[in-house]
């Protein structure tokens, strides 16, 4: 990209009217334009040229579709009756889906989610509300519900990220339409993005990032004013999807301009006058757009300043990089006969010995290139970063303090996971292999045949172990006919509120599958969620509400499914608690494992009624 465009197909935006060099086409009234025989000659290579490349381009784009397809496939073939083990984080996507859905249908303020966590509702710009892919899929999830919603999400995200390192690489870097293939392969599926695939819609989206860099070094060309309102729009675009990524896509696009420029000194100083403008008009249209945004995120109701204490203890083992995926076919392979492990949700590495020891050949047989060189240093210092701090080494902790360690309390990367780091080295993965392939098919001195099966060769041995397989999932509970009926309706008033226990919880996700499987409409107490310490706006964060003296029960009998011992003193405060989240129906499930929970909430407000698959505490006289 910074040596220009390396390998265009000058061919895929050939006029229709315009011939090669050979001559020109003369529109003529009324009658077909006159061409010789040469000319002919030449349209119909350009008309070859031209089949055969977008032939390509849908074959492409049709693979990247099949293989998300496959990832996905245990929870399409028994639709709505499977879920990814420990669906925590699937469940609070769901919810903020459908949260989309009614900022569309109500008219929302799409920044505070009110019917979550009331009465005070949830800071949705500071959370992963996705409102980038929520707000344009609303009608379906209007239609079907958000566990559709996300499911498509899941599959455009993997193929629309594949897709779109595919158009970069191809119409940017490499003539090549293999190279282009193989670049977008592992960008759209390598464990980096698939093994998000069960959790997380807005870290499988990473389609913008191959965009984002394109248009950004196009601010180095000039016509700051076109280039900056394009990359601008993409910004605002991603703070939506989900600013962290942006934030990474920023630091690895910087350090790779920034090692060109050291290279390169004379060839960027004549575009540092461009690039500066464009970016005074990417940044100052930017935050026309998200001024309110912003402001909201960092000082609107339920903000808060700095990540939580445990968000630094995801983070990349030392040996991450060079070892498969949790649910890669190699570790199937060597797990063969066991039950398949879950998916990893933060496997930001793990492309694999085999893949590694390609790209270290690749990056010394292309070390000459300026662009290898930039990427291949950006893709490792930001792998050593992902190892946090402390290191961790095959699993296990040690007491050396990583890189990561000058970072960690620096604004916005003390909100950072540090594994996510190593999301850059996937990415700077992606054009190194793309170059190398190209580079490989255009070696000279060997028959094509023998370049061809050894480039297969290579290409399967490193991939197809680092290959993600379909997720693992487990039976997904039915929502009540209680709830999926709307029945509980007749029991809310309009400021009203519903409490469901066990409360929800990244390993208690039921409230949220009930609740968001309503479009929202059911407003509840509790939530699954960054807030601020204490419930004070501006302290760091925290994963939930400020607990009531009552939930301090409902988590012992979550837990330990034992019955807490209940006084007087805690019906009077379990009442009062009523009061302060304005509820006025209660509801639990099913199930031998609820029963401690279900007793409690006895002890607390009387028997409940068993109705429509759980139970439920009519408290408004209360």
């Known amino acids: 990209m910074l040596t220009g465009t390396a390998g265009r197909d000058d061919t895929d935006d050939a006029d229709d009217t315009t011939a090669p060099a050979t001559g020109r086409l003369v529109r003529q009234r009324g009658r077909a334009p006159r061409t010789t025989s040469e000319e002919s000659d030449s349209i119909a290579a350009i008309t070859t040229t031209r089949t055969t490349s977008r032939r390509a381009d849908l074959l492409a784009l049709g693979s990247y579709v099949l293989g998300a397809l496959f990832v996905v496939a245990p929870i399409l073939a028994h639709y709505g009756r499977r879920m990814p083990i420990s669906p925590g984080d699937r469940a609070q996507a769901e919810y903020f889906l459908a949260w989309s859905a009614r900022v569309v249908s109500h008219g929302e303020n799409p920044f505070h989610i009110v019917q979550y966590n009331a009465p005070l509702g949830v800071n949705g710009m500071a959370n992963t509300s996705v409102l980038g892919l929520g707000l344009p899929l609303s009608p379906i999830t209007l239609l079907f519900g958000p566990q559709v919603t996300f499911d498509i999400l899941i599959v455009l995200g993997i193929a629309g990220t594949a897709a779109a390192w595919y158009w970069v690489l191809s119409r940017h870097l490499v003539t090549s339409r293999t190279a282009a293939w193989v670049g977008g392969l592992v960008g759209g599926f390598a464990p980096a993005v698939t093994s998000h695939a069960s959790y997380h819609v807005n870290l499988v989206a990473q389609f913008l990032v191959p965009l984002l860099a394109w248009r950004s070094l196009k601010l180095l060309e000039g016509r700051p004013v076109r280039n900056g309102l394009i990359l601008a729009a993409l910004v605002v675009y991603q703070v939506f999807i989900n600013e962290e990524t942006l934030f990474l896509a920023a630091l690895a696009i910087g350090a790779v301009l920034i090692l060109y420029a050291v290279q390169r000194r004379d060839r960027v100083r004549a575009a540092l006058r461009p690039l500066a403008a464009g970016l005074g008009v990417t940044m100052g249209a930017s935050l026309v757009v998200l ?268 837990y330990q499914q034992t019955v807490p011992p209940v006084t007087d003193a805690d019906r009077a405060q379990a009442r009062a608690d009523l009061r302060y989240w304005h509820t006025s129906l209660i509801l639990a499930p099913e199930g031998a494992q609820w029963a401690a929970v279900r007793t409690t909430l006895t002890d607390l407000y009387g028997p409940g009624t068993n109705t429509g698959g759980l139970w439920m505490w009519d408290v408004r006289a209360l």
């Open 291 to 558: 001024a309110y945004p912003l402001w909201f995120q960092f000082f609107g109701p339920g903000a808060y300043n700095g990540g939580e204490q445990y968000m630094t203890t995801f983070r990349m083992d030392v040996l991450g990089l060079t070892s498969y995926g949790s649910n890669s076919v190699a570790e199937r392979l060597r797990r063969f006969g066991e039950p398949p492990p879950p998916l990893g949700a933060e496997e930001h590495g793990f492309l694999g010995w085999a893949l590694v020891l390609l790209l270290v050949a690749l990056v010394i047989w292309q070390w000459h290139d300026v662009l290898v060189r930039c990427l291949a240093i950006t893709g490792l210092g930001f792998q050593i970063l992902a190892w946090g701090t402390p290191l961790q080494f095959q699993g296990r902790d040690t007491s050396v303090p990583g890189p990561f360690w000058v970072l960690q309390h620096l604004p916005l990367f003390d909100t950072l996971l540090p594994t996510r780091l190593g999301e850059v080295t996937t990415w700077a993965v992606v054009p190194i292999l793309a170059l190398g392939v190209q580079r490989l098919t255009d070696v000279h001195g060997l028959p094509v045949r023998t370049r061809r099966l050894f480039l297969v060769t290579a290409l399967a041995a490193a991939l197809v172990p680092a290959a993600p397989m379909p997720i693992k999932v487990v039976t997904r509970p039915a929502v009540p006919q209680f709830v999926a009926a709307g029945t509980w309706k007749q029991y809310v008033g309009a400021d009203q509120t519903v409490l469901i226990v066990p409360l929800p919880q990244w390993d208690f996700p039921t409230a949220i599958f009930w609740a968001g499987s309503t479009n929202t409409n059911m407003k509840v107490s509790h939530g699954y969620f960054l807030g601020p310490a204490d419930g004070v706006t501006g302290h760091h964060a925290f994963v939930g509400p400020v607990l009531r003296p009552t939930d301090r029960l409902f988590t012992q009998a979550m």
